[in-house]
């Protein structure tokens, strides 16, 4: 479900920024966003089902772990469960209410005479973007750091962020790669895929520059609060911490660091299932631990629900792609778009 948010806020600047390059790959964006409405639906019951107790994924929920730990209490006029699952309602509800809209204006701009439908995108777009990254942050607090409620980080919210922005312009590199295979999306040619391979080159060394500074700081502060959440990781989860850095650092930079790679098909897919892999693990690294300790493993009910959503997530999207024309008509950018070389 957070894939699709981030689709919103690449979706969002290209908006604001009047971009020229990317409106043959909007209904692409849009098509891959039809998975938030059900991503939401199922993670809201997934928090209340937490609220009430039916898993123990966060333990600041559990009255008994709150009363005999001085420093939940502490925190407990934020991290409680009215406030927290009201916030969630927020966020959900925000996202979801720009989807909408900013498809809806998309596809009403196909069918008017002018361009106001597009400026109404415009501006809901700038808004959107403030409030996105404000609930961003917050829900990468409440959703993924809470769930070690003794821990914190000041970079969490722009690590959880690029994490999902270069799984988010992968995903759409790689369906558009897959359109393009089968004879859709004519207009798309090789700078449109180019760019989209430099976002993900890009966004992977912001990603580790991130991933560096916060393990950096914390471990040579050697804070005990802090570095606890290094020591065990490095100790329980060795291999996937580190492996993690290997996937999404230095795989993508030795492969497409060349110019000449990011134009070429097998080349970006198998780059882009090892990004999209390396950051399942990333998450992974970062709930595991909190949640069932050195007691980790990947095994059947692991992949078993990285297929059951895998397999929800193309139903949605590729449904979602039938029922709009692939290419946007009245974009006041679409015959730059059509025809962008480089």
């Not at 690449?10 to 990317?22: N, R, T």
């Not at 123990?56 to 939940?72: G, M, Q, T, Y």
Request: charged share 10%; with cysteine.
């Amino acid at each position: 479900m957070l894939i699709s948010v981030e689709f919103f806020s690449f979706y969002a600047i290209q908006q604001v920024a009047q971009a020229g390059w990317s409106p043959v790959l909007f209904r692409v964006m849009q098509g891959i966003t039809a998975y938030l409405p059900v991503g939401s639906v199922i993670f809201f019951i997934f928090l209340l089902l937490s609220g009430f107790h039916f898993n123990h994924l966060f333990p600041w929920l559990d009255p008994e772990v709150v009363a005999h730990d001085k420093l939940i209490q502490n925190k407990a006029g934020y991290l409680n469960f009215p406030f927290w699952i009201v916030r969630a309602a927020i966020f959900l509800l925000g996202w979801n209410l720009y989807r909408y809209f900013s498809r809806k204006n998309c596809l009403a701009q196909d069918e008017s005479n002018d361009n106001s439908f597009y400026k109404k995108n415009f501006n809901i777009s700038a808004m959107f973007l403030v409030f996105f990254i404000v609930t961003e942050s917050i829900m990468s607090w409440d959703w993924i750091m809470s769930v070690d409620p003794h821990w914190f980080s000041t970079l969490f919210g722009w690590y959880v962020f690029a994490s999902f922005f270069v799984s988010g312009i992968t995903t759409i590199c790689m369906i558009t790669l897959y359109l393009k295979s089968v004879g859709y999306l004519e207009h798309v040619n090789t700078s449109h895929i180019h760019d989209l391979a430099k976002f993900m080159f890009g966004i992977s060394v912001f990603w580790t520059y991130l991933w560096f500074s916060q393990f950096m700081l914390i471990w040579y502060a050697n804070i005990p609060e802090e570095v606890t959440y290094f020591v065990q990781r490095i100790e329980d989860y060795n291999l996937p911490f580190f492996g993690a850095v290997v996937m999404n650092f230095v795989f993508p930079i030795l492969i497409l660091i060349n110019t000449d790679f990011k134009r070429i098909t097998w080349v970006l897919v198998m780059a882009g299932i090892v990004i999209l892999v390396g950051h399942y693990i990333d998450f992974f690294n970062m709930i595991m631990p909190s949640s069932v300790g050195d007691h980790w493993f990947i095994g059947a009910s692991e992949l078993g629900s990285i297929s059951f959503f895998l397999g929800l997530f193309i139903f949605v999207v590729f449904t979602a792609l039938t029922k709009a024309p692939l290419l946007p008509k009245r974009n006041p950018y679409i015959e730059e778009s059509k025809h962008f070389h480089y």
